[in-house]
């Protein structure tokens, strides 16, 4: 159940770091934020 969680959060993070990057701007805040939501969800 929580390697499902963790799976569908790491999908999130790659598209949304793939769509940003397309767009061009810079995704270490992003990256940041929910590397910090998957700390604070384990």
């Known amino acids: 159940m929580v390697s499902l969680m ?22 270490i805040e992003i990256e940041n934020f929910l590397f910090e939501f ?3 969800s384990l």
């Open 38 to 40: 998957l700390i604070s």
């Open 6 to 27: 963790v799976l569908s959060l790491l999908m999130l993070s790659v598209s949304v770091s793939s769509l940003t990057m397309s767009l061009g701007f810079v995704d």
